[in-house]
Every structure is written in C-alpha cells, then in structure tokens.
C-alpha cells in the first residue's frame, strides 16, 4: 500500500506565497515522477508542473517563473512553492507520483487534494 499525504494549502492574498508539500509513505521502492495537478471548480484538471526522477522540471506557462517544484528523495516528498498568487491560482491541488513498489509494476498515486485559496 502506497499512501500520499498533502499539506500547505489555504488561503492567501493575491501577490502572496504558499509552499505544498506531498509526502509519500507505504511499500516504495522507487519513485520516478513526481507531478502537481490542480482542478478549479467547473474546469478540468490541468498540470501544473513535473519533476523527474534525475530532476529535470517541467511546467505550465501560466506558472513559469511563479512556480518552483522540488523533491527530497530521502523524506520521499515532493515541495510547490507558489510565488505571486494570483485569483486564477484558486483550485484544489493535487500531487502524482509514478511509483515502484517491491516486485510490482510502477503505478500513479494521487493525493487526496489541499485547497489554495487566492482571495483578499
């Protein structure tokens, strides 16, 4: 059993800073990307970012230069750390890892999801 547990979410001006944090715990062997995901209310989920297993990142135009992914390995946790929170940054975070357990295949695992609210 794999589990991940998110934390950081709530609610900030905009202009302000939040930093997310998912941490993984269960029968982990390897995990390999490490992705945030939001989904704001009537809209589809989108990605926001990716951080490879060497550590290479990816993101969302919309988040270039905002937002910064990072990972520590050793505490199996995935960071977002959100700069210049604008009103459009309002949804439910979620994070995915793509992970290995002992003699099994890789599978994606979800968070169950924090809110960040961008409001004044």
């Known amino acids: 059993q794999v589990q991940l547990v998110e934390s950081g979410g709530g609610l900030v001006q905009p202009g302000g800073s939040l930093r997310l944090s998912c941490a993984a715990s269960g029968n982990i062997r390897t995990i390999y990307a490490m992705d945030w995901y939001r989904q704001a209310p009537g809209q589809q989920r989108e990605l926001v970012a990716t951080?490879?297993?060497?550590?290479?990142?990816t993101y969302a135009d919309s988040e270039k230069g905002r937002f910064t992914i990072s990972r520590d390995d050793a505490k199996k946790t995935v960071y977002l750390q959100m700069n210049s929170l604008k009103s459009e940054d309002t949804a439910v975070y979620y994070c995915k890892m793509s992970i290995k357990s002992y003699g099994v295949v890789v599978y994606d695992y979800w968070g169950q999801g924090t809110q960040v609210t961008v409001s004044s």
């Open positions: 951080i490879t297993i060497g550590g290479s990142t």
